[in-house]
T-cell receptor, first 115, second 113 residues
Framework: NAGVTQTPKFQVLKTGQSMTLQCAQD?????MYWYRQDPGMGLRLIYY???????DKGEVPNGYNVSRLNKREFSLRLESAAPSQTSVYFC??????????????FGEGSRLTVL | GENVEQHPSTLSVQEGDSAVIKCTYS??????FPWYKQELGKRPQLIID?????GEKKDQRIAVTLNKTAKHFSLHITETQPEDSAVYFC????????????FGGGTRLMVKP
């Protein structure tokens, strides 16, 4: 049981380059999320998808785009990377039942460095 | 939007002592408060959560208390062990307003043997 799988685990980019972080979950969860983790700032939500076909902005969406490709997959794209986007990115999924958000299951993280 | 403050940012205790981490939140409509543990180089994992209809919840050596009037909640770890060393994150969510779970800045707990 793989849970939440995200790729790549490490990436170095130059300013202005683009890249896509891929995420897939095999738990049949309806909700998926992208967070970034910076020292002392906890986990900040970039975008989330409450269900297949929907996406919404989180706290820090600027500079990012997302695609909920199907129920399993949720990708995060950086169109023109900036040094401020150097961070560890976590994908997560959860099963929202009615009005209750369930436990978040996180991927292993992707460490991105923008030079 | 919701704002969650977490204190202290670092906490060092002797093995066997208790540890307390405190969080405050700003949105009085928040009704779900989970705690996540992240070991070094690993992914965050849920350790305990509490909903607004209860004031306290225990699971073996960990407990969470909630004071909705004061808008704060705390994590209590008793009889700490070296394997409790990790970063702990509190979070808050208004379930009636969607899926945006807001995290605190984290507390690095170090348990000295």
């Amino acid at each position: 049981n793989a849970g939440v799988t995200q790729t790549p685990k490490f990436q170095v980019l130059k300013t202005g380059q683009s890249m896509t972080l891929q995420c897939a979950q095999d738990m049949n969860h309806n909700s998926m999320y992208w967070y970034r983790q910076d020292p002392g700032m906890g986990l900040r939500l970039i975008y989330y998808s409450a269900s297949e076909g929907t996406t919404d902005k989180g706290e820090v969406p600027n500079g990012y785009n997302v695609s909920r490709l199907n129920k399993r997959e949720f990708s995060l794209r950086l169109e023109s990377a900036a040094p401020s986007q150097t961070s560890v990115y976590f994908c997560a999924s959860s099963q929202r039942e009615g009005m209750n958000t369930g436990e978040l299951f996180f991927g292993e993280g992707s460490r991105l460095t923008v030079l | 939007g919701e704002n969650v403050e977490q204190h202290p940012s670092t906490l060092s205790v002797q093995e066997g002592d208790s540890a307390v981490i405190k969080c405050t939140y700003s949105d009085s409509a928040s009704n779900y408060f989970p705690w996540y543990k992240q070991e070094l180089g690993k992914r965050p994992q849920l350790i305990i959560d509490i909903r607004s209809n209860v004031g306290e919840k225990k699971d073996q050596r960990i407990a969470v208390t909630l004071n909705k009037t004061a808008k704060h909640f705390s994590l209590h770890i008793t009889e700490t062990q070296p394997e409790d060393s990790a970063v702990y994150f509190c979070a808050a969510l208004n379930n009636n307003a969607g899926n945006m779970l807001t995290f605190g800045g984290g507390t690095r707990l170090m348990v000295k043997p």
